[in-house]
């Protein structure tokens, strides 16, 4: 897979090396001649250029790219090159990155972003996943549609605790997709037995989400 990245600062280099090493081609395209620094990262096409110039990327050939990565750290600049990658190269797969959370409403197919990528949101998320029992938190939601991959870890006063995937009744819209244990990735086959700490992923619409986390709240037991 050919991949074009927009942008040779520390995020975009730092993708640059993982699609390598996973045998990918990747051109590097970076404006500032300052951030050209072909031996931090061996392997890699690199190209002086303005990455929201049609001019200049036509010199680049985008059209031969299968992905194409705005990862600058300017989201106008991000807007600008997953557009003409889309429209005027027909660039199969563009993924945006978001610097800014006001920015990211813009990020969709609209401005030519098949995938938008927002730190702050995923930051956010991990840290909620890592402290947060009981709760349905949002890891990412899929383009294009209102629906999330979240995770929720089962409290050990869950009722569900103990119980088999079978006898969960869940809201039409949520699906138990896999079921996290000690690390480890079970499919959650209808004998699987749940425990507590497993966490759950899901795949859930937006809609369902209020559903689904009112099913794994605990009881009160001093509620009549």
């Known amino acids: 897979m050919r991949v074009a990245i927009a942008g040779a600062g520390n995020v975009g280099r730092s993708i640059a090396r993982e699609l390598i ?29 303005d990455a929201c110039e049609l001019q200049t990327l036509e010199e680049t050939e985008l059209e031969n790219c299968d992905v194409s990565i705005a990862a600058t750290g300017d989201d106008k600049a991000n807007l600008v090159h997953s557009l003409l990658a889309k429209t005027e190269f027909g660039v199969p797969r563009t993924v945006g990155r978001v610097n800014h959370p006001g920015n990211e409403w813009m990020f969709d197919d609209v401005w030519g972003v098949d995938v938008a990528v927002s730190t702050p949101r995923i930051m956010s998320a991990l840290v909620e ?22 995770e929720l870890r089962l409290p050990a006063d869950s009722p569900h ?10 809201p039409a819209e949520a699906v138990l997709v896999s079921i996290i244990r000690d690390g480890v990735p079970v499919v959650p086959d209808p004998d699987a037995v749940l425990g507590a700490d497993n966490e759950l992923l899901f795949v859930v619409s937006q809609n369902a989400e209020s559903k689904l986390a009112a099913m794994f709240t605990p009881e009160d037991p001093d509620q009549d």
């Open 21 to 49: 090493a996973n045998g990918h081609q990747v051109l590097l395209i970076e404006r500032d001649p300052n951030s050209i620094k072909p031996d931090t990262v061996p392997g890699a096409e690199w190209f002086q250029a």
């Open 129 to 150: 996943e890592a402290v947060a029992t009981g709760d349905l938190v949002r890891l990412f939601t899929f383009t294009k549609s209102t629906t999330n991959l979240s």
């Open 161 to 170: 605790v103990g119980r088999q995937v079978r006898d969960l009744v869940m």
